[in-house]
């Protein structure tokens, strides 16, 4: 799924300023780049001149991640649960992009800030992206749908819907993708349930975490964020 996650190489350029400027992160330091995927962010910081660790459970992303690593590179992918971390004050920096937050269940959530708290050291800051509560009211009852070659059910030609719903009194966002494949008309379904959180929601999370929230951006250019973004770009220090 993750290798089908693309963003250009604008916005990995765009984010990769954000988290080094606004984690003030010094040359060298260590970063945990969590559910990297391919190593999309993961790469780029290590070619800014940090020391990366990059952890995905999806085993096929990290191999291919993994041999992709130049020598000179201070940088390194782990195939593993990110739930399963166990660092104790090894990381200046921890991130955590495109939303694997939002779909991890409530007690899930606590765990992993909890295991973020202990990996980083002494006022060293973690990066979350979500998507808003503004997002799941928007996205309520959009469709979209096309003909693809490459989609979380495979590299052929398929018919795709996407469907969105919230359910507001709760703010989950469920997406359901349905996939039929136009060589036989075989049908693949995959839904995606997300925790949407308020502001209050991130300051008692983190607090129960030994961290505190330091800033709240609506976008990677920085802008301050408004209840009416659709993304949270969570900024909080050990």
Known sequence: FYLNVYREQTQTDLETDFIVKRLR?????????????GGRNSFALAKAGFDVVGIDLNKFAVEQAQANIEPQLKLKFINQDILDIEYFEEFNAVILIFHHFAVLNKNDAKKLLKKISQALV??????????????????????????????????????????????????????NDFCIRLLDGKIFNYS???????????????????MKLVQVCGDWDAKLF??????MIIIAQK
């Open 122 to 175: 002494k006022e060293g800051k973690l990066l979350i992206e979500v998507p808003s509560v503004s997002y799941g009211k928007a996205m309520d009852g959009f469709q979209e749908w096309g003909i693809v070659e490459n989609w979380i059910s495979g590299s052929f030609k398929q018919l795709l819907l996407i469907n969105n719903t919230f359910i507001g009194d709760k703010n989950i966002h469920i997406r």
């Open 226 to 231: 408004e209840d009416s973004d659709e993304q």
């Open 192 to 210: 995606q349930v997300s925790n949407l959180y308020e502001l209050d929601d991130f300051h008692q999370l983190l607090k129960f975490s030994g």
């Open 25 to 37: 992160l010094k040359p060298g330091s260590r970063i945990l780049d969590l559910g990297c995927g």
